[in-house]
């Protein structure tokens, strides 16, 4: 398997490993990322002094003197961090947005990063009638996806409503396109933060569908905090997690960080404060 360093500091940052039988060293430069070949046993002596580095040392000024953000990647030469779950760790490797300010909400921000899934499958269900297709899949991967339901009423308007993890889509009586469907979910706005509803097949709905379950969804699932504040994810993949910041987070420091969790693994980036 390979080990991703990416340095997010302003200094250099040797990672030493020479208790095996073979040497490991690799100097990491401020804004570069590194891949190296590593072990298991390298990996598992490493891992601590990781993660410390994840823990940014600042200057008197709220500078990030050092800071390391890493994954673990699959690799060709060594597929048994791939058969023991090692590979594919998740972590945080950039935040494409200037820094958060306490006063202004963001609606869509995007950080970028590596194995971000870990691994994990969002629940999916479709919604058919003929040839006609509804596919809906959890933002959020993991098996609290499967809560999730979807039921197709008819009533007088194109109308979306959420309680708890139920969904309702409410059709006129003569039904209504998949595409219309499909965009009033996505624009609900406690709707797109369950699922994300895409076309399957085109064509009109006009038949009430049962409260349809999503299924599939395996994992533990994954949470996004800002200083220690919760944020609600709007999409995700395994190279970038979409969100939104509230205003108000409290922020005594410069630096507050920006937290991902999946499951019992935990990656973070330092984000600057903005006044």
Request: hydrophobic letters at 50%; proline letters at 5%; glycine letters at 10%.
């Amino acid at each position: 398997m390979k080990l991703q360093l990416t340095n997010v500091g302003l200094a250099p940052i040797v990672v030493k490993d020479q208790e095996g039988y073979t040497d490991f060293a690799v100097t990491v430069a401020p804004s570069v990322t590194e891949e190296r070949n590593v072990t298991r046993d390298q990996l598992q002596r490493l891992v601590p002094h990781l993660t410390a580095l994840e823990t940014p040392a600042l200057d008197d000024q709220g500078n990030v003197l050092v800071a390391m953000r890493w994954a673990v990647l699959g690799s060709t030469e060594d597929a048994r961090g791939m058969e023991e779950g090692l590979a594919g760790l998740p972590s945080l490797n950039e935040l494409q947005l200037a820094g958060y300010s306490t006063g202004t909400p963001a609606a869509d921000v995007v950080a970028t990063g590596t194995g971000l899934l870990g691994g994990q499958v969002a629940a999916l269900a479709s919604i058919a009638e003929g040839a006609v297709q509804l596919d809906i899949a959890a933002v959020v991967p993991g098996a609290a996806g499967n809560a999730i339901t979807v039921a197709i009423t008819i009533g007088s308007s194109l109308a979306v409503t959420v309680v708890a993890n139920a969904i309702s889509v409410e059709l006129p009586a003569i039904g209504d396109s998949v595409a219309d469907i499909r965009d009033a979910i996505n624009a609900h706005a406690a709707a797109k933060l369950l699922v994300q509803a895409s076309e399957g097949a085109a064509g009109d709905l006009t038949a009430a569908v049962a409260a349809t379950p999503l299924t599939g969804g395996t994992g533990p699932g994954v949470s996004l905090a800002l200083n220690g504040t919760a944020l609600a994810i709007t999409a995700l993949t395994d190279t970038q997690i979409n969100f939104a910041t509230p205003s108000g987070i409290s922020a005594a420091s410069r630096i507050i960080p920006l937290e991902f969790r999946n499951g019992p693994h935990v990656s973070r980036l330092s984000v600057p404060v903005i006044a």
